[in-house]
Structures are given as C-alpha cells and as structure tokens.
C-alpha cells in the first residue's frame, strides 16, 4: 500500500457525461501528479500540483482539468467524453516539487466511456 | 517533440540470466525516471537518474544515464521470476518555463523458470 487513495476505482459512464476523480495523497506529500495510462496512447503524463499550484503540464487535453485543494486532495475532470477517454487514471504524489523526489502512486481510476 | 524509445518491447528470459533493457531519448535531458508496473497494478518508482554518468542500483537491477549519447540503461543481473513485470522508462523535459514527462512505450519482462 502506497498510501495513496484514488476514488472511485471503476468508472462506467456515456460519451458526453462529466465526471470528477479524486486523489489523497501520502501524508506530508505536496505534490499531485496525474497519469494516463491506455492501449492507444501508451503511458502518459497530465499534469502536476505542487501545495495547491499548477507545476508542470503534459499533454492534457483542454476538455481535462485539474487542481488541488488546501487540504492537498486532487480532483480530475473530464468533461465531453469520448470513447478515446476509456483509460486507467493513475495519481502519484510525491514531497517535493519535482519527480526527482521518489513518486508514491494509487492504484488508479479505471474510466469506460461506452 | 521529444521521443522515447524503448527496447525491446517484449522480452522473455530464462532465470538466471543477464540482459539489458535500453531507453532512447531524442532530446536533451539529464533526469530519467524508471518504474514498475506489474500485470493490473499501479506503477512504482525504480530509479532516478539526475545527471550524466549517474548509476543506481538496486538488487538484482542497475540503472544507468549517458546523457551525451541520450541513453538509459536498466540491467538484469540473474533474473528471477519475481522481476516480471513491465518497466517504463521517462524523461523529463523542460519546455516553456514549466517541465513535462514523457514515457517510453514499456518493455514486458517474463523471467521464466
């Protein structure tokens, strides 16, 4: 167990729906880094939060978003889906600002859009 | 737009033996990451390379960065069944103020017995 909680872990929803995954990270971790993992796209990196700020931005699309709360829980957004959205979301946190600090990471959102 | 290249894709190997996962990058980076992923779980962080020449190591796994020739290296020593599983390599790559990761496409490890 990482320490790290991602809700909910199965996802079942219609293209065109919203829908919102939560991240906790590890106690004392400030940093909040987002994954995409599919058949398609392979393993990609979305974004990153550092104590409540955007740090980093990967190839996220403009329907995602993201942010962190004071409390440093991470939500993602998803909005207008699409069938190419049907992915494994995997959240890591980390200490520090960087992955240079070892990344602790969730067990993942798995989101089907049919 | 930075490529990472791993090989090979796939690679299945007798216990006990040697061999080396490669991960090319197409542009200038001094800081790669290696991870983890075993069949239906989440990923785990291996390694961190920060510099050139760096090498880390960690039981029966050694990583290593050139980055002059834009080159990781993860060597298998003795494989074990235990270190199936797929491993990824990423770089980060600073871009307009702000820094991004990107992943290469995972090479699949089955040690057999």
């Known amino acids: 167990d990482s320490g790290v909680t991602q809700t909910p872990k199965h996802l079942i929803t219609a293209t065109g729906q919203r829908v919102t995954l939560r991240c906790s990270p590890r106690?004392?971790?400030?940093?909040v880094y987002w994954y995409q993992q599919s058949l398609d796209q392979g393993l990609q990196f979305l974004i990153q939060y550092y104590n409540g700020e955007e740090r980093a931005k990967g190839n996220i699309l403009e329907r995602f978003s993201a942010q962190q709360f004071p409390d440093l829980h991470s939500e993602l957004n998803l909005s207008s889906l699409e069938l190419g959205d049907s992915a494994l979301y995997f959240c890591?946190?980390?200490?520090?600002?960087?992955?240079?600090?070892?990344?602790?990471f969730g067990p993942g959102t798995r989101l089907t859009v049919l | 737009e930075l490529k990472v290249e791993q090989n090979p894709l796939f690679l299945s190997m007798q216990e006990g033996k040697n061999y080396t996962i490669y991960c090319n990058y197409s542009?200038?980076?001094?800081?790669l990451y290696w991870y983890r992923q075993d069949p239906g779980k989440s990923l785990e962080s291996l390694f961190v390379l920060l510099s050139n020449g760096a090498v880390k190591q960690e039981g029966r796994l050694m990583a290593s960065l050139d980055t002059k020739a834009r080159l990781s290296t993860l060597h298998i020593t003795a494989a074990v069944h235990d270190l199936s599983a797929t491993y990824f390599c990423a770089v980060e790559m600073a871009t307009s103020g702000t820094y991004k990761y990107i992943f290469g496409t995972g090479t699949r490890l089955k040690v057999l017995a």
């Open positions: 106690s004392g971790d400030l940093s």
């Open positions: 542009t200038t980076s001094d800081r």
């Open positions: 890591a946190s980390s200490v520090g600002t960087r992955a240079v600090h070892e990344q602790f």
